[in-house]
């Protein structure tokens, strides 16, 4: 994904305007292979290593929520204070390691007969997502 108009499309169908900081950005989040789980203070910190350029949380912060409301990715809010994104947008489940505050992908297959008996007067079920939280062992 070398091509800098895709992220420029993607930016400009969010709503932005295609700057270099949201270029960068676009492309730290979308020139991958592998799926990409991040909180909104990860990214600052990995595009301030990346690019030796301080990229402003307000620009950060703005960006990925456009992207988010436009359906580039996912928000997977762990507590009251803590949001993880992802950049796999399907319908999956997670592992929250609480040692590393790493979230790693769970396979739907790997997650059998969910039974949800309590119903919503006027609500259907959207879609189940099990965040199963982890830690060490010892």
């Not at 295609?18 to 020139?31: E, M, S, V």
């Not at 990995?46 to 350029?53: A, C, G, M, P, V």
């Not at 997650?111 to 079920?125: A, D, E, L, Q, S």
Request: proline share 1%; aromatic share 8%.
């Amino acid at each position: 994904m070398e091509n800098n108009c895709i992220f420029i499309e993607k930016l400009r169908s969010s709503g932005l305007r295609p700057t270099k900081q949201r270029i960068k950005i676009c492309k730290l989040l979308f020139d991958r292979k592998k799926t990409f789980h991040f909180t909104i203070n990860d990214l600052s910190k990995i595009l301030n290593k990346e690019i030796r350029q301080k990229v402003s949380l307000a620009t950060i912060y703005n960006t990925i929520h456009s992207f988010k409301k436009k359906g580039y990715l996912k928000e997977i809010s762990v507590n009251k204070d803590k949001s993880y994104f992802d950049t796999n947008t399907s319908n999956h489940h997670h592992f929250l390691d609480m040692n590393t505050n790493e979230l790693i992908d769970l396979k739907s297959e790997d997650v059998h007969n969910i039974k949800i008996k309590k119903r919503i007067p006027g609500k259907k079920i959207n879609s189940i997502e099990v965040l199963v939280k982890i830690e060490n062992s010892n």
